[in-house]
């Protein structure tokens, strides 16, 4: 595929608002990746679940691009800066899927993740091939050894007599002093077996990949976010799976055991209106001195579980974890819905000085019924979760309904993504500029601030403390009967 180079100018800030009270995004964005596929199979013009990472003056993302309606979409999109986020180039990784000649053998692909190990100066991809008739029986591995430019064919990190693999994620030791440095580390969970958790582990930077184990519990999950502290322990946030819990397990010797799942917390949610795809899967960052930050939706600090709040959970160990706190976007009394957040950690910074930047979703009135419009929000704390900032309006409204179409609701994503260059937070998440022009043509890319968020960003003395949860605070819908497939 060719590769498209996209050049933005500096930030442009509008204004910031207090909470969640404007009526339109603050920000100015810029779109890093499209859909240039052509098949009549999928929905065009549609990108969706970015996922990105940096390192150095280098920013990868990668999402689905061409997203079809049962799984997975017509390719996966990658979009690279080079220069902390002033110009992009965009293409699609080869050898993965039959659409538009890109050299694969599979019709879709799903579930992007972005990994990169300094030891070995290479960009991973992390994905999960789909057949046409909707199996997964592969976990595949894109590397790119000129700093996210080009890309190579796929290598494949496990195979499965299933074929139901799902939510796959990658991360690598980049310290330096770590006794597993370079390392790299992919989970994944297999639908078949009740969403069994496995993990496998690279020392060649991505090449070949151990057989895959599991945790010492056999235990099962979803959503699976693998981050690496400085002494080299793998700590791994997931929820269980139907998503009604928070657990956790680690590795202590570079992958070669993982240990039990322990329980960190219920996860009590609110299926958000107008049919959106969202459950509430943990997403996870490190800071320097490997403090775990995990966030996720959850409404346990709201009456009757009427709207989601984004919460956060920390450890130093991947054991003990700090009480569950909701994250003061707003007042536990408004009616405003928070859900799919993409959390980043400014990887200089740690303890309490670390630099947290949040990206969400929301509905302005979580009541909107079936004609809600999204809006994503960004939200910053510079000392670890004790105070945040008052709340940025990133991008949107847009309604619901101008997203793509999937068996499980409306999508802009599972998850998305915020990554920390050089001082300034790159939020990547999917937005809809105009209503389809038909069932299968959409306006839907992904988009970042331009120049980054911190300057946007004002306040930060908005704090929870002393608040506690809702009284027997539950879901207010029933919790799957099986568990989770989510493509």
């Not at 209106?273 to 966030?295: H, K, Q, W």
């Not at 008052?390 to 409204?397: K, R, W």
């Not at 988009?447 to 704090?463: D, E, K």
Request: proline content about 5%; glycine content about 10%.
């Amino acid at each position: 595929m060719p590769r498209m180079r996209l050049r933005v100018g500096v930030v442009a800030v509008v204004g910031v608002l207090s909470l969640v009270s404007s009526a339109h995004a603050a920000v100015t964005q810029t779109t890093i990746m499209t859909d240039p596929f052509t098949n009549t199979s999928s929905q065009h013009r549609t990108a969706v679940e970015p996922d990105s990472f940096s390192w150095g003056n280098t920013i990868v993302a990668a999402s689905q691009v061409g997203r079809f309606t049962n799984g997975g979409g017509s390719g996966t999109g990658w979009a690279t800066s080079t220069d902390g986020g002033t110009t992009w180039t965009q293409g699609v990784l080869p050898g993965i899927t039959t659409h538009n000649g890109n050299g694969g053998t599979f019709d879709r692909v799903s579930d992007p993740v972005v990994a990169y190990s300094a030891r070995h100066n290479v960009w991973l991809i992390n994905t999960i091939p789909i057949t046409s008739s909707v199996t997964v029986p592969r976990v595949f591995v894109s590397r790119s050894t000129n700093g996210g430019l080009t890309w190579g064919n796929p290598v494949t990190v496990a195979t499965s007599a299933t074929a139901n693999l799902d939510k796959n994620w990658i991360v690598c030791d980049n310290t330096a002093t770590s006794p597993f440095y370079g390392r790299c580390y992919v989970t994944w969970d297999d639908h078949a077996d009740g969403n069994r958790l496995y993990n496998s582990v690279s020392t060649d930077g991505g090449l070949t990949w151990s057989t895959p184990r599991r945790t010492a519990n056999n235990a099962t999950g979803l959503g699976a976010q693998p981050v690496v502290q400085p002494n080299g322990t793998v700590v791994v946030p997931v929820a269980n799976a139907n998503a009604t819990a928070l657990l956790s397990y680690r590795s202590t010797d570079g992958g070669a055991t993982w240990s039990s799942t322990q329980t960190i917390t219920s996860i009590p949610s609110h299926d958000p209106a107008s049919n959106l795809r969202s459950i509430p899967l943990p997403s996870a960052e490190i800071d320097a001195a490997g403090r775990v930050y995990v966030v996720w939706q959850d409404c346990r600090f709201r009456t009757s579980c009427r709207v989601n709040d984004i919460v956060m959970t920390t450890s130093t160990n991947g054991t003990t974890w700090t009480t569950v706190q909701r994250i003061p976007i707003d007042s536990t009394t408004s009616g405003v819905d928070h859900f799919i957040p993409g959390i980043g950690v400014d990887r200089t910074t740690s303890g309490s000085t670390a630099r947290l930047g949040l990206t969400y979703y929301f509905y302005r009135n979580g009541a909107c019924g079936t004609s809600c419009s999204l809006e994503v929000g960004y939200i910053q704390s510079n000392n670890g979760g004790s105070t945040w900032s008052n709340h940025v309006d990133v991008a949107g409204p847009f309604p619901v309904s101008w997203t793509a179409n999937t068996t499980q609701g409306r999508m802009v994503g599972d998850y998305i993504s915020t990554s920390w260059v050089n001082g300034r937070a790159y939020g990547v998440f999917s937005v809809a500029l105009a209503a389809p022009s038909n069932s299968q043509t959409f306006n839907q890319p992904i988009r970042v601030p331009t120049g980054g968020l911190s300057g946007a960003v004002s306040g930060f003395v908005n704090t929870s403390e002393g608040e506690q949860p809702v009284n027997g605070a539950a879901s207010d819908h029933a919790s799957p009967r099986s568990a989770i497939r989510m493509h």
